[in-house]
């Protein structure tokens, strides 16, 4: 019997080592139209701002900026009418980058003009030539900006596409002119870049996963580029949304509860998941 209570001591001593090593997600509350279930969509930083969109089930999309800190809300705003599902955010220090699932349209938004009128300024726009365009993120490798876009419905990928390509789209799609892809599946909801990796929001229905992938390491081995899966790690929430990171932390929505979530940790487990770095 002593024996046995032994082993049970240790079997529990390790557990709790386990659940302490795994990420851990604070609540930060509801999001914008909780009380009227309006979905959480997309989500980025633009400077010190977290800009958030939802959509009103279908019918219009409105774009927030709020406080990191407090999650107040600090501006607001209403998308073009035929952009009903804005499912995705990404910021490159001048423009705010948007896709849209209803619209198949990739967009460019003057974000201070658009929140001072309350209207969006639209900078361009642009068809993907994806039927469920569902996530995006800006990044940046080598000096060379990126459109990480993925696609839920037509293509079941996600694709890195230059910027530089953009005006290609209309004659050619975001997957005629990315530069590198991969499968997600399906259940692609968010992308979020942290300087150092890209992370994929999966909401498969109760097993909700962020997927991290090397991206840096795939575009320099070159052609084809296939970035690898380093690590999969559960989520805030039972329907996970879009992403955003401030390079230390990362930042999500639910669709499910309608709440906001937090991850504090992000360089320990990037040392974890790459200890050579």
């Known amino acids: 019997m002593a024996s046995r209570a032994v082993a049970w001591v240790l079997t529990l001593a390790l557990l709790s080592l386990a659940r302490a090593d795994e990420p851990s997600w604070r609540d930060l509350g509801e999001v914008p139209g909780a009380e009227q ?60 980058w948007a896709v849209d699932y209803n619209s198949h349209e990739l967009y460019a938004f003057d974000l201070d003009a658009t929140l001072a009128g309350g209207q969006a300024v639209v900078l361009g726009r642009w068809p993907t030539g994806l039927e469920g365009a569902s996530a995006l993120e800006w990044l940046e490798l080598e000096g060379v900006a990126y459109l990480a876009i993925s696609d839920f419905l037509s293509t079941s990928r996600s694709y ?69 899966l380093i690590a999969r790690i559960p989520t805030g929430g039972p329907g996970v949304e879009d992403l955003a990171s401030d390079g230390t932390r990362m930042w999500t929505s639910d669709e499910r509860s309608w709440r906001f979530f937090v991850l504090d940790n992000l360089p320990a487990l990037r040392a974890g998941w790459r200890p050579n770095d």
């Open 37 to 96: 279930h309006y979905p959480p969509q997309g989500m980025t930083f633009a400077g010190r701002r977290l800009v958030f969109t939802h959509h009103e089930q279908d019918r219009a999309s409105a774009l927030f900026t709020l406080d990191p800190q407090s999650m107040a809300i600090t501006g607001r705003a209403a998308l073009p009418p035929e952009a009903s599902h804005t499912s995705g955010l990404g910021w490159d220090g001048h423009r705010l």
């Open 160 to 228: 890195l596409l230059p910027v530089s390509s953009v005006p290609g789209l209309g004659t050619a799609s975001v997957a005629d002119l990315s530069v590198c892809s991969w499968f997600n599946g399906r259940f692609s909801q968010g992308l979020g870049w942290d300087g150092h990796l890209l992370y994929e929001a999966v909401n498969r229905l109760g097993t909700d996963e962020l997927r991290v992938y090397d991206i840096a390491t795939a575009m320099k081995a070159g052609a084809p580029c296939e970035p690898e």
